[in-house]
């Protein structure tokens, strides 16, 4: 089974700030990893997932950035932070079919 | 494109009573089925999935989906509600095009269990 630590756990930072969210997975080879984001009160918004390394597909265009360094990190990044990127932020693999995915237990950011 | 549609974003039952959470889908394949549930400030944990074995569908804690393809539904049921029942509720569905890459999910439904 699969293990998916994230951290930090919870982050607040002020507008204009860098951010750095890491991911990493245990007990997988070679998955499909995502990250998504759930603003207050709204459901979850897939931001960026990659098949493999350095291969990254971006869902939404915003200023947030996503990269993946070995075959079971996953970083999303910030420059500039804005009140809008607030939200919480969940890692999840996928799995062999029917390909469901997994969430890790998400980071609190608070944007200032 | 896919879609994913969950009648009532609150739903609100009193222990012991049936739980029915609404899930309809758009897809002209068969599509792979999910529900997953989030307590707060936790991930989401899967709790069943269709994968065209059975159209019913047993879960954790109880919960059972059936896939009805006529209705393009698969709705949550639960016999009768516990107090740690009440989490959100999220649907969702595998893409098939571009290989299964993406999941859609519905906009949830946060489940509320009165005494």
């Known amino acids: 089974s699969q293990t998916i630590h994230q951290w930090p756990a919870t982050l607040v930072q002020p507008v204009g700030s860098p951010l750095s969210l890491e991911c990493t997975v245990e007990?997988?080879?070679?998955?499909?990893l995502y990250w998504y984001r759930q603003a207050a009160g709204r459901g979850l918004q897939l931001l960026f997932y990659s098949v493999g390394i350095g291969q990254i597909s971006s869902e939404v265009p915003q200023n947030l950035s996503a990269s993946r360094p070995q075959d079971r990190q996953f970083i999303l990044s910030s420059k500039k932070l804005l009140l809008s990127d607030s939200g919480f932020y969940l890692c999840a693999p996928r799995g062999r079919p029917p390909y469901e995915q997994y969430f890790g237990p998400g980071t609190r950011l608070t944007v200032t | 494109a896919q879609s994913v549609t969950q009648l009532g974003s609150h739903v609100s039952v009193s222990e012991g009573a049936l739980v029915l959470l609404r899930c309809n889908y758009s897809?002209?394949?068969?599509?792979?089925l999910f529900w997953y549930v989030q307590y707060p400030n936790q991930g989401l944990q899967l709790l069943l999935k269709y994968t065209s074995a059975a159209t019913l569908v047993k879960g954790i804690n109880g919960f059972e989906a059936e896939f009805k393809k006529s209705e393009t539904s698969f709705h949550l049921t639960k016999p009768s509600a516990h107090m740690s029942d009440a989490a959100e509720y999220f649907c969702a569905v595998s893409d098939p095009t571009g290989g299964y890459n993406k999941l859609i999910f519905g906009a949830g439904t946060r489940l509320a269990v009165h005494p």
């Open positions: 897809s002209s394949v068969p599509p792979y």
């Open positions: 007990g997988t080879s070679n998955p499909n």
